[in-house]
């Protein structure tokens, strides 16, 4: 702890964690042991989610954002919107079924939103895979850690096929120890 935190926490002002993008291409080797040894296929969707921001400096960024998408997705032939959920954040959903470019993409918004200022506004990366129902890999970028969502029907989770992924990926994925930081995602649009 440096002296600014700790006169941070003295005087109760903290600040908002940077975003740690140093860990997300993680998922890219994991992806072989999820398909191979886990029967979990990418679904060819995935997604950036972060705060709104204010209006001025959110217009010039989401058009970087969109210029550089157009531009990287005319190599890669990946298909992006733009969106709102319910409760007001932005999402960058991408689909592509190679899955190194969804993982390209989302770095490329993450270090864009983080060159320009934004670094805590960003929320969470989500990656989609389907088995018998679908299953979400996030990346905290917060914590700089993945954890898996298992959404069974209407705000039901399955914790016993979480904590199995957990312990059958914590050698390739750098896992979020602490469970009660897996936030479930229940409205997200991808």
């Known amino acids: ?17 940077k975003a740690k993008t140093d860990k997300l291409f993680a998922i890219s080797t994991a992806v072989i042991t999820l398909e191979l040894n886990l029967n979990l296929k990418p679904s060819a969707v995935a997604g950036i989610c972060f705060k709104s921001m204010d209006m001025s400096k959110y217009t010039n960024t989401r058009q970087e954002i969109e210029e550089l998408l157009q531009f990287s997705t005319k190599e890669t032939g990946t298909d992006f919107s733009i969106e709102k959920d319910e409760y ?7 689909k592509d079924k190679d899955f ?17 200022g934004f670094g805590e506004q960003i929320l969470c990366a989500v990656y989609r895979f389907e088995s018998e129902g679908p299953v979400y890999w996030i990346y905290n970028f917060k914590q700089g850690n993945y954890y898996p969502f298992v959404p069974r029907g209407k705000n039901n989770r399955d914790n016993n096929m979480e904590f199995r992924l957990k312990s059958l990926m914590e050698n390739e994925l750098p896992i979020e120890k602490e469970v009660g930081k897996w936030y479930p995602l229940w409205s997200m649009p991808i």
């Open 1 to 17: 702890m440096g002296f600014r935190d700790l006169l941070g926490s003295v005087l109760g002002s903290s600040r908002v964690p």
């Open 88 to 94: 007001n954040f932005l999402w960058v959903i991408l």
């Open 100 to 116: 190194e470019d969804l993982v390209t993409n989302i770095h490329m918004i993450s270090q864009t939103l983080v060159e320009q």
